[in-house]
């Protein structure tokens, strides 16, 4: 289904909606757009590696929240207001001063630290949704001259983790299928041998056929920009302008992919 949507749609819609959350600074509009971004997830990505690349930013998120939440309850300066739990407090040193480890865990201490970490989890789990829905393929291929290395770069970066995520996800099941126990050192050594004869494979293929490039490209474009990226664009520009409009960016794309899904049934 993401073959249907240019893939700097996707990237201008996730990054948008980061912005977004991180301009309106509201935990529960924060929560909302990440529901919806998570529909469309489940709506538009494809059957490959980097599709599992929400999940992931998902639990990364969730692990974000739980850690900023922790660190912010037990260390920081003290707040005053409605104390939930007293704890004793470490003695540190003078040069320290200010700064408190323990003692009183206040109740807008705990909602202040959620709601940075809410923050900051959402942004993670938006930029994971623009990679689950793009191909990092083609969207190489769509960038300009200019940025081609860096987006060279920024391709092999994110779809990295959807093939350790996967190898890994092969490795447990042959595994499984052989009677063995799950363990790391089970794991880590065929995911070397097998990212090593990855990258082997890969090298040998792109020397084979010429791969590089040149100021002189071709003009051939297998993925057009088409009205409903444009207006897509335009929900999501808006959003940057006011977060009123972020819930109308975020549910822009299940307006289009219902009518394409129907399209290509028919």
Request: a positive charge.
């Amino acid at each position: 289904m993401t073959s249907l949507r240019h893939p700097l749609t996707w990237w201008i819609w996730s990054i948008t909606l980061a912005i977004a959350v991180a301009r309106a600074n509201n935990p529960w509009l924060a929560a909302v757009i990440v529901g919806v971004a998570y529909l469309v997830v489940r709506t538009a990505r494809d059957n490959a590696p980097w599709s599992r690349s929400f999940e992931s930013a998902f639990k990364l998120g969730i692990f974000i929240v739980l850690v900023r939440t922790l660190f912010g309850v037990l260390i920081g300066t003290p707040i005053p207001g409605t104390i939930i739990v007293q704890l004793p407090v470490l003695p540190l040193p003078d040069w320290m001063a200010g700064i408190r480890v323990g003692g009183a865990i206040t109740q807008e201490r705990l909602f202040g630290t959620l709601h940075e970490g809410i923050i900051m989890a959402s942004i993670v789990i938006l930029f994971g949704a623009g990679a689950s829905l793009t191909s990092p393929h083609r969207l190489l291929r769509v960038l300009p001259f200019a940025i081609y290395q860096f987006g060279l770069a920024i391709t092999i970066a994110t779809s990295l983790v959807p093939q350790f995520i996967a190898s890994i996800a092969r490795i447990r099941e042959a595994q499984f299928l052989r009677g063995q126990k799950k363990s790391f050192k089970r794991t880590l050594i065929p995911l070397m041998e097998e990212s090593l004869a990855r990258s082997l494979d890969l090298a040998a293929s792109m020397d084979s056929r010429g791969y590089g490039t040149h100021r002189i490209r071709s003009r051939y474009r297998a993925v057009t920009f088409d009205a409903i990226d444009l207006t897509i664009t335009a929900f999501c520009l808006l959003a940057i302008i006011s977060p009123y409009f972020s819930f109308a960016a975020v549910a822009a794309p299940l307006l289009f992919i219902g009518r394409k899904r129907i399209a290509a049934m028919a």
